[in-house]
């Protein structure tokens, strides 16, 4: 079974409009945390924002915020406002507590386009 | 600004002739990562170092080597490049052990392209 999910290959959004990103993920360990990553066509990895399982609060950076439902397994980005620049390959990520080297597992991507 | 540097940004190597990719950095973090990404998927880790400890990942071809000679530098040999190994490897790096809400941060990553 796929550790982390994102059911949305691409999307296109309006500038200035606010995008949701969908994640789920599955794991039987009581402590794990998210991550989303943004990759432009550059190349670099992003880090945006992160999520312990044993955050009570969604977390926020900026424009970004995790929407955190810990009985759905699910860990949606919402990038608010859009910029030509958000243009750009989305990851979900996952570390488990149990994985040795604090290693990462990735979803597939959510390409997003934003259209002036 | 403390960072992770890989070099080179782009790699052209012939088909069989082995081929090195470097990261190094700044950042004295105890744990090195190795990714291998294809266009439009997501990364695939190859290995990691955990100070001098080697962890392969099961599905990693013994083509692939990897060097760490000390905490800044790491490296990626390629033994025998075949046409399926274009893609961009990726460097990243993190603190280890009580790091968890941590990220891993990345270098800008070597584009390897066999002829």
């Known amino acids: 079974a796929q550790k982390i999910t994102q059911t949305q290959p691409g999307m296109f959004v309006q500038e200035k409009e606010a995008v949701t990103l969908d994640c789920t993920y599955d794991?039987?360990?009581?402590?794990?945390?998210l991550f989303w990553y943004k990759q432009p066509s550059s190349g670099e990895m992003i880090f945006l924002i992160y999520?312990?399982?044993?955050?009570?609060q969604n977390a926020t950076e900026g424009r970004y915020s995790l929407n955190f439902q810990k009985a759905r397994k699910s860990a949606n980005l919402v990038i608010s406002a859009s910029q030509l620049g958000d243009s750009a390959m989305y990851f979900c990520?996952?570390?488990?507590?149990?994985?040795?080297?604090?290693?990462?597992?990735f979803g597939g991507g959510t390409r997003v386009l934003v259209k002036p | 600004d403390a960072m992770v540097i890989q070099n080179p940004r782009y790699q052209v190597t012939q088909f069989g002739k082995p081929v090195t990719l470097s990261c190094s950095q700044t950042?004295?973090?105890?744990?090195m990562y190795w990714y291998q990404q294809k266009s439009s998927q997501a990364p695939k880790l190859l290995f990691h170092?955990?100070?001098?400890?080697?962890?392969n990942e099961a599905d990693t071809p013994d083509n692939f080597q990897s060097r760490r000679p000390n905490t800044s530098f790491c490296f990626l040999d390629i033994r025998s490049p075949g046409l399926g190994d274009a893609a961009m490897y990726l460097c990243?790096?993190?603190?280890?052990?009580?790091?968890?809400?941590?990220?891993?941060?990345f270098g800008d990553g070597t584009r390897l392209s066999i002829l």
């Open positions: 999520q312990g399982s044993y955050d009570e």
């Open positions: 990243a790096t993190s603190a280890g052990q009580g790091a968890f809400g941590q990220p891993q941060h």
């Open positions: 794991t039987s360990d009581q402590s794990y945390g």
């Open positions: 990520a996952m570390r488990e507590g149990h994985a040795a080297g604090n290693k990462l597992t």
């Open positions: 170092y955990y100070d001098k400890d080697f962890n």
């Open positions: 950042l004295n973090h105890n744990v």
